[in-house]
């Protein structure tokens, strides 16, 4: 079946080191993916979003990179800060529907 | 903030009881959404609506009854719940849905109800 995974479900990071959460998709025929945040006592938070058409996608701080050879999904995070602190999960389009991953719990520490 | 508001933030109900949980986004979308999120579990669909039409549901139990009365507004309704539907249900809201637009509309979340069922 199809699914959307997470390598580490805990990630841990000094303040001002650079993060990079990983994302496994096994359906090869998806076309779209997204990275959210998720704070504590919060709903998710849209981050970036790539399509399968490209590699690479930058954001503010934020880089994704997309590996359709092995179905990877990646986000880095450069200079990590206590703010980025949270859960981030990854989703990718399947036909009409967005399958979501588990999640990643990432934690900053000064 | 996404545009996208909830209420009430928490809830604690019993399984006798009947309530609502509200949704409404101010960003102009067509289409809404219905998620259940349990812990340590990816978010579940529950239900879609575009253009005030439900186009989806995603083998939900009937004590979730949704309720679309207009592109900004969603309800859920809830009755005779289980302990086991205690969660965070999340609205969220994109510009179309996946299907109709063919394009990767992002969906933006509210901030979720916490509900609790003794």
């Known amino acids: 079946g199809e699914s959307v995974g997470l390598h580490l479900p805990t990630l841990s990071v000094q303040e001002g080191d650079n993060s990079i959460i990983n994302c496994a998709y096994s359906n090869s025929a998806s076309d779209y993916f997204i990275w959210y945040k998720q704070e504590s006592g919060k709903g998710p938070q849209f981050i970036i979003d790539i399509r399968s058409n490209m590699d690479k996608r930058q954001g503010q701080r934020v880089t994704v990179l997309l590996n359709k050879t092995v179905k990877h999904l990646s986000l880095q995070i450069a200079a990590t800060q206590p703010g980025d602190s949270a859960v981030y999960f990854c989703a990718e389009r399947t036909g009409d529907k967005l399958i979501f991953g588990t999640g990643t719990r990432l934690q900053v520490f000064p | 903030e996404t545009g996208v508001t909830q209420t009430p933030r928490h809830l604690v109900m019993g399984m006798t009881n009947k309530k609502s949980l509200k949704c409404e986004q101010h960003?102009?979308?067509?289409?809404m959404y219905w998620y259940k999120q349990s812990a340590k579990k990816p978010l579940e669909l529950m239900f879609v609506?575009?253009?005030?039409?439900?186009?989806e549901n995603n083998s939900v139990p009937s004590r979730f009854s949704p309720e679309c009365p207009n592109s900004s507004h969603l309800f859920l309704h809830l009755h005779t719940l289980q302990p086991e539907d205690s969660a965070l249900y999340l609205c969220?809201?994109?510009?179309?849905?996946?299907?109709?637009?063919?394009?990767?509309?992002?969906?933006?979340f509210g901030p979720g109800t916490r509900l609790t069922v003794l």
């Open positions: 960003l102009g979308h067509n289409a």
């Open positions: 969220a809201s994109s510009p179309h849905t996946l299907r109709s637009s063919g394009v990767g509309d992002t969906q933006y």
């Open positions: 609506y575009n253009f005030k039409e439900q186009t």
